[in-house]
């Protein structure tokens, strides 16, 4: 990992949940940074992403600092919206920071009052804690159902030297971003004017977190944010944007991608590449079908090379199309050719198709350009075990 200058992390246990283990976490920069930031389109938003919202537009696009609690989402509550300016005021007076330059974020729970007083008593102690050493710790403390870490980091050579991309994620469940993602802080210690910092949020984003899904279901508290603070002295001129857009886009893919593998009870990771729609929008559209089809990813669940599943899924995309112009292939082993069955193994594609990874490609013979890749993963029986026990 490559940790950006300018920031320091803290996490600490402030009894939001049930078990003990750190869900209080702070990210704050050492100075003021240009942000951008992208939320949920679920119609039921929770607190903090209105709060999130309303600050970054006041502040003009500043921050100081991030908030956040796991253990409960701070959704669909009677205070839910006192709580959030609660905590962010307590945390801008200890930081010394407009509170307007504090961005909420929570994730657990909906529904469930959640007792600012929890957050505001240990908010002194976590800022006494904060070190530039403890990424980790706050990418751990964000971590609901999440089996694993979810961090990534890449460093760009520009005029000058060099900046330093880190992002960290949390993801398991109820993940079906649509310009959104789940939890997801991004830093940067390049100095980007806001005039280019949201548009090159908004692309990689696009082709990471919104090329995602592990149950269909999007959250109601979906944060994705990126600041970037300036402290390495360097700025991006007109040569150096796109490696840096380069970089920034193998960070969200790789985050991304790690949520896909640790999705609740998933077994394996599956990619899904479509190629030679008329558009990259029509690919886009149907990778996402197949990516949210129970009937394939409970196939690929039982390695079962059900590829008439993947073509049914596809059809229902709302994209025409020529079925007989299609080809599938599961594990690079072609299974369908122009809509109808090919010869294949099925003994020994079976085997393939128990691996961890299993990718699924669906070609349109043509002249068409249009391309997408998308990442989900199996459904299990374990999917129902966590979420039919999730809030006991």
């Known amino acids: ?62 921050l100081r600092a991030i908030l956040v609690n796991a253990g409960n989402a701070n959704c669909a509550t009677r205070t839910g919206d006192a709580v959030a300016l609660a905590t ?153 944007r796109p490696t840096f857009q380069e970089a920034l886009h193998r960070v969200l893919q790789d985050l991304a991608a790690q949520i896909a593998k640790d999705g609740e009870g998933a077994q394996k990771r599956i990619t899904i590449q479509v190629s030679g729609a008329r558009t990259h929008a029509d690919a886009a559209r149907i990778a996402r079908a197949i990516a949210n089809s129970p009937l394939v990813k409970t196939a690929i669940a039982g390695s079962d090379p059900n590829w008439g599943r993947i073509l049914c899924a596809a059809g229902n995309a709302e994209v025409p199309f020529d079925p007989s112009t299609v080809d599938i292939s599961l594990q690079g082993v072609p299974v369908c050719r122009s809509g109808l069955a090919a010869k294949f193994s099925e003994a020994s594609l079976k085997k393939m198709l128990d691996r961890k990874e299993c990718l699924i490609d669906f070609r349109f013979h043509g002249k068409g350009n249009g391309a997408a890749r998308f990442w989900t993963c199996d459904f299990t029986y374990d999917y129902i075990r966590i979420n039919a026990s999730y809030r006991t």
């Open 88 to 240: 962010c005021k307590a945390a801008a007076e200890a930081l010394d920071a407009p509170v307007d330059q504090i961005l909420p974020a929570s994730t657990g729970v909906i529904g469930v009052e959640l007792d600012p007083k929890k957050i505001t008593r240990a908010l002194p102690g976590l800022v006494r804690k904060l070190s530039p050493k403890s990424f980790r710790k706050v990418a751990q403390a964000i971590l609901t159902t999440d089996t694993r870490l979810k961090i990534s980091s890449a460093e760009v050579a520009v005029r000058g030297g060099s900046v330093r991309i880190a992002g960290m994620t949390k993801g398991a469940g109820m993940i079906h971003p649509r310009m959104a993602t789940t939890l997801a802080f991004v830093m940067t210690d390049a100095i980007i004017s806001p005039v280019f910092l949201h548009p090159m949020l908004a692309t990689a984003t696009e082709f990471s977190f919104n090329r995602l899904t592990v149950d269909g279901d999007t959250s109601t508290n979906d944060i994705l944010s990126l600041m970037a603070n300036g402290v390495s002295g360097l700025s991006l001129d007109a040569s150096s």
């Open 1 to 62: 990992m490559i940790f950006p200058l300018g920031y320091r992390y803290a996490s600490t246990y402030a009894g939001i949940r049930k078990v003990k283990k750190d869900d209080l976490a702070l990210i704050v920069s050492d100075v003021p940074a240009n942000a951008a930031a992208t939320f949920t389109t679920n119609q039921v938003q929770a607190a903090p992403v209105r709060l999130a919202k309303h600050h970054l537009q006041k502040s003009g696009g500043k």
